[in-house]
């Protein structure tokens, strides 16, 4: 999957796991409706502060990837 690409993940997603390679790796790991859960959640955003949390947590960094399993 390539960021760089019109995939359908919003530029501001595509920069903040850009930033954190942890994230980007799980990300592309997760399913097909994991990943657009994802992407849906990030639509919603309101700030960088929150794409960052939002990002971090796939990482483990505030729980959200066990929100996912």
């Known amino acids: 999957m390539s960021l760089l690409n019109d ?3 919003p530029l501001g997603l595509g920069m903040a796991l850009a ?3 942890d994230a980007m ?3 592309s790991s997760m ?3 994991a990943r657009q859960d994802v992407i849906d959640r ?3 955003v309101q700030s ?5 949390n939002l990002v971090n947590g796939l990482s ?3 729980g959200f990837s066990e ?3």
């Open 60 to 62: 483990g960094e505030s």
């Open 67 to 69: 929100k996912l399993s």
């Open 42 to 44: 990030s639509r919603h």
């Open 7 to 9: 995939d359908g993940i």
């Open 31 to 33: 399913s097909e409706s």
């Open 48 to 52: 960088k502060q929150e794409m960052e």
């Open 19 to 21: 930033q954190n390679m």
């Open 25 to 27: 790796r799980t990300f």
